[in-house]
């Protein structure tokens, strides 16, 4: 099992979904600091719906004044109309919300 890091996100026209992420892969199951192998790249809201399916875990990462904390982990969701959605694991932590991410 692999673990991905979300470090920005960019939203749909819509501004409520997530359309596309910037991520990067744990270097060599490295937590801390939380560091990606070969730096960030921008995918698709599928391509993490997919390495979700495949028993990998993503979460959050936060830059924050004190440092990096890693926020919750990252779960896919359907939409009303069927199309593959982004949220969080738990969605109570103020300031660690995928909205809480820079956009790119």
């Known amino acids: 099992m692999a673990l991905f890091f979300i470090e920005a996100v960019r939203f749909d026209d819509s501004g409520e979904r997530v359309a596309r992420v910037r991520w990067g892969r744990s270097k060599g199951g490295q937590v801390m600091p939380p560091t990606v192998i070969d730096g ?19 979460v959050t990462k936060f830059q924050r004044d004190n440092g990096i904390i890693l926020g919750p982990k990252v779960v896919g969701i359907l939409y009303e109309d069927g199309m593959p959605g982004l949220s969080m694991e738990i969605d109570e932590v103020y300031g660690s919300r995928l909205s809480d991410l820079p956009q790119f």
Do not use: I, K, P
Not at 40 to 58: C, F, I, K, P, Y
């Open 40 to 58: 960030a790249q921008e995918v698709d809201v599928m391509d993490v719906w997919t390495t979700l399916s495949n028993g990998d875990e993503v």
